[in-house]
């Protein structure tokens, strides 16, 4: 069956077919994607290499405030609570979970990822004996918690690892453990601007391993479009409110009603 732009009707519905820029993405913009991994997601790099990634990372958040408007953001988003819950997932070094105790007097925080040494290295630092943290190993597409057992959940710099198939099921999972899922990743321009972004990175990519995974991030970061595109697969009762994207990181909310 096709719909009224001739695209087949089955293309609509196979997640995992989808452009990273959307089911309505541009002929050029279709190109700018790649299936090639991150060093940080890859079984056959040393960890050292991947500690260099994740280092540049927390330097580079740090320098440029990044974690600071992460952390600020997310505790915005519960403000009206007055002990928050907040399970942080993919946070690589830790410092987003670490900002957010320390500007919130009573708020709890779980810090997670899939990568177990990067959960040793959090554990081992403060983190580790703080107590209102806790630090365990995770995978964000299948998210070992009871329902409703956050009030946010945070997914920061990391969404765009995951194929659309593994995508949804963030959508799907954080929105089941957490009363709002906020999602924040690179914004995918336009695509004779993302052209020119991957020009800038490019020369440096062979050399610098930071660099070499920002082209890839750049590639594979999803457009307004399709991560819409995403929570309604994951669940069409998904609620999502998309701003940034411009010049700064793109923010997602998700929420959907939970059974009391
Ligand atoms: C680019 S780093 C982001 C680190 C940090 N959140 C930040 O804001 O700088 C991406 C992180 O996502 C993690 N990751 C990748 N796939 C994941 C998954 N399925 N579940 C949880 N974490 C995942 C990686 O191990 C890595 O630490």
Request: aromatic share 4%.
């Amino acid at each position: 069956m096709m719909d009224y732009m001739g695209r087949r009707q089955a293309d609509m519905t196979d997640i995992d077919r989808m452009p990273r820029g959307g089911f309505d993405a541009s002929c050029l913009d279709r190109l700018l994607q790649t299936n090639r991994l991150e060093y940080l997601d890859r079984d056959d790099v040393d960890d050292h290499v991947k500690r260099q990634v994740v280092s540049a990372l927390d330097w580079t958040g740090r320098v440029f405030g990044n974690h600071q408007r992460f952390a600020h953001t997310a505790l915005e988003l519960v403000a009206a609570v007055p002990d928050p819950k907040i399970l942080e997932l993919g946070a690589g070094h830790g410092a987003v979970s670490r900002l957010i105790l320390d500007d919130h007097p009573t708020a709890e925080v779980t810090v997670t990822d899939l990568n177990p040494e990067s959960v040793a290295r959090i554990a081992a630092g403060d983190l580790g004996t703080r107590p209102r943290a806790t630090v365990r190993q995770m995978d964000a597409t299948a998210i070992d918690a009871p329902d409703a057992s956050f009030d946010l959940v945070l997914f920061a710099l990391s969404f765009h690892h995951l194929s659309p198939g593994q995508a949804a099921r963030v959508f799907a999972e954080g929105t089941r453990v957490g009363r709002q899922l906020l999602i924040i990743d690179l914004p995918r321009p336009p695509a004779p601007l993302h052209v020119l972004r991957l020009a800038t990175m490019l020369p440096w990519a062979p050399v610098l391993p930071f660099v070499h995974d920002g082209v890839i991030s750049s590639l594979r970061c999803y457009s307004p479009s399709a991560l819409r595109a995403l929570a309604r697969h994951a669940d069409p009762s998904i609620d999502v409110k998309l701003r940034g994207g411009l010049t700064g990181p793109q923010i997602v909310v998700a929420r959907r009603t939970h059974p009391e």
